[in-house]
């Protein structure tokens, strides 16, 4: 079965370094999001991507935050100056796309370790 | 930001019985909800959903109950295996909104 891969699949940063978090979503799907969950907390909802743009965000993807999809296959998360707070589990999902009520693939997830 | 709420951190179940875990929300815009299981170290796979315009979904040995009146949605798992043991979130969302809001979760354990 098709599944969403990431990598890797822990990272540990200093304070004040740029982190990208990689995924590959499922080749067919069209749309991709990341997810955030804080230990002990529950899954965050960051950002939504379709047709090489954002389309929808949450108040915590700020300007440090900024996805990519650079070359049709992969798609990224990158914090520009990473702080202890964005220290979380980052999963990556993908949908087919249509309708936007659909179930999400998730990938494995990237633990994120902020020094 | 409480949209989506499980109360229940966590549920132990005797293996053969009935699993239920609850889920209530605040946004009465919400018109799809979904159920997904976690295992550690793996993100989360879809279960379950159910949208507004039913009250009740049924695959298997889990069904999802939703009480629009109440904003009240919930999982029943029968008969509960151990395999089945993982955190569970529940999850809404609005029409045409890719912001899926997810409860904290609830971890169940099914003890054999």
């Known amino acids: 079965e098709p599944e969403v891969t990431q990598t890797p699949s822990h990272q540990v940063t200093q304070m004040g370094q740029e982190v990208i978090l990689r995924c590959v979503p499922i080749s067919n799907h069209l749309y991709f999001y990341w997810y955030r969950q804080i230990l002990g907390q529950k899954v965050e909802f960051l950002v939504s991507f379709y047709n090489n743009e954002i389309s929808e965000k949450s108040e915590i993807f700020d300007d440090q935050f900024s996805v990519e999809r650079p070359d049709g296959s992969n798609f990224t998360l990158k914090i520009r100056s990473t702080k202890l707070e964005d220290s979380a589990m980052y999963f990556c999902a993908s949908g087919k796309g249509g309708q936007t009520n659909e179930k999400l693939f998730f990938g494995s997830g990237t633990q994120l370790s902020v020094l | 930001d409480q949209q989506v709420k499980q109360n229940s951190p966590s549920l132990s179940v005797q293996e053969g019985r009935i699993s239920i875990l609850n889920c209530d929300y605040t946004?009465?815009?919400?018109?799809?909800f979904l159920w997904y299981k976690k295992y550690p170290a793996e993100g989360p796979t879809f279960l379950i959903s159910i949208s507004s315009i039913k009250d009740k979904n049924e695959d298997g040995r889990f069904t999802v109950f939703l009480n629009k009146s109440a904003k009240h949605l919930s999982l029943h798992i029968v008969p509960s295996q151990p395999g089945d043991s993982a955190v569970y979130f529940c999850?809404?969302?609005?029409?045409?909104?890719?912001?899926?809001?997810f409860g904290a979760g609830t971890r169940l354990t099914v003890k054999p």
């Open positions: 999850a809404a969302s609005e029409n045409n909104n890719n912001d899926m809001r």
């Open positions: 946004n009465s815009m919400f018109d799809y």
